[in-house]
């Protein structure tokens, strides 16, 4: 986010920026990351306070916070118990250029004016002031119930996947696993007796291993989508890409060499971490035969054994149908066999259009410039069932 001197003029003219720093657990340093960019900004001369800071008895994060004003919290009484929450409508009178805001997902005590702090940060954006918050990977909506597989626990805290996709910018603080588990056995994550219950459940390794996979694949997902969101709208949009996760299309015809392209192709998806689709192009002067038919619903067979998403489409133009749905479905990498440069969807190239097209690798590198191709050896041989 950029700031000026002019932006305290019009800040109630406009709604304010959200910027979240997401982690895959406690500890990473996602709220020292925040106080870090406050504290900086501050000295850029930028108006800037706390909403909500927890600290968690953690000294270093207690530490980055000195010199920023806290807004005071307000006090809310549960059955006869004193509870505190941020007060919203004091950060709104108080209205900064920014505010920081700890623990995004975080539900208010009842009696608060909204369930949840999520929605107070929607109010404080509504006035016009900036918002850094915080959150972790587990909280996010649609994750839940893989995280929970994952883990083995049920996240209760959570918050809309729109409230991410919303934000201005989406910030992921990243340490490996072993750094995190060093700083929980240290003391600097949790109080001493929760270290080894850490240990033995959410913060084992493999389990951060998969959230930090997932906190950076959900970024990433906002970043291309961004992306693809701002070429639509360039009108200077020159057809390149900004794929950030690889798309791998493997291209499959009658002859029986598809089932091994297939494969080749899942491996190669397997490696990229990729998502897999299977294309054939249908000739719309040629009829399939009983057994090449039986071969093609195979080969969807196996496209969905492999998790892959089967696609078909009736064209002439073989190269341009493959070009379209790359260009469509975003693909990174393309599969195709040695044999298909003649035959594709069981029409036969005549020498004349291989002189006048070039072969299908050829015209796919022609029309294809951001994209891999694969060319995988092969026999031609007649088409026959996959059971045979």
């Not at 850029?44 to 807004?71: K, N, P, S």
């Not at 940060?121 to 972790?136: A, C, K, M, Q, R």
Request: one cysteine or more.
């Amino acid at each position: 986010m950029i700031y000026s001197s002019e932006m305290s003029s019009d800040r109630n003219r406009r709604r304010g920026k959200h910027k979240i720093f997401i982690g895959m657990s406690p500890g990473v340093g996602k709220t020292y990351r925040m106080l870090e960019e406050g504290k900086r900004l501050k000295e850029e001369g930028i108006d800037v306070v706390i909403g909500l800071l927890e600290t968690h008895g953690r000294e270093e994060t207690a530490q980055q916070a000195v010199g920023l004003e806290i807004v005071p919290r307000q006090t809310i009484i549960v059955s006869g118990i004193a509870l505190t929450e941020m007060d919203t409508d004091a950060v709104v009178a108080r209205h900064p250029q920014l505010t920081l805001i700890d623990e995004l997902a975080h539900t208010n005590v009842p009696g608060s004016q909204r369930e949840k702090r999520y929605q107070d940060v929607e109010y404080i954006l509504s006035n016009g002031i900036d918002v850094y918050s915080t959150v972790n990977i587990q909280h996010i909506e649609s994750l839940n119930d893989l995280v929970a597989r994952i883990t083995g626990i049920v996240v209760r805290e959570r918050i809309p996947d729109r409230i991410l996709e919303a934000a201005d910018e989406v910030v992921v603080v990243d340490v490996t696993p072993e750094t995190l588990q060093e700083r929980l056995t240290e003391g600097k994550i949790y109080a001493p007796q929760k270290i080894d219950q850490a240990l033995q459940h959410f913060f084992q390794r493999r389990n951060l291993i998969a959230l930090r996979e997932l906190a950076l694949r959900e970024v990433a997902d906002n970043i291309e989508e961004e992306a693809i969101e701002q070429e639509a709208n360039d009108t200077n949009y020159g057809g390149k890409y900004c794929n950030i996760h690889e798309r791998v299309l493997v291209c499959v015809s009658t002859y029986p060499n598809s089932v091994q392209l297939i494969r080749r192709g899942a491996r190669i998806a397997s490696y990229m971490n990729a998502r897999l689709y299977i294309l054939f192009v249908d000739n719309p002067d040629r009829f399939l035969t009983r057994e090449e038919s039986l071969h093609i619903h195979n080969c969807e067979k196996l496209c969905q054994e492999f998790g892959g998403e089967f696609l078909r489409v009736t064209s002439y133009d073989i190269g341009g149908a493959i070009a379209k749905v790359a260009k469509e479905y975003r693909i990174t990498q393309i599969v195709i066999g040695e044999s298909q440069r003649a035959s594709f969807g069981g029409a036969l190239l005549t020498r004349w259009k291989l002189l006048l097209r070039g072969s299908l690798t050829q015209q796919l590198v022609r029309l294809l410039k951001n994209i891999d191709i694969h060319i995988i050896a092969s026999d031609k041989q007649p088409a026959r069932s996959l059971d045979s």
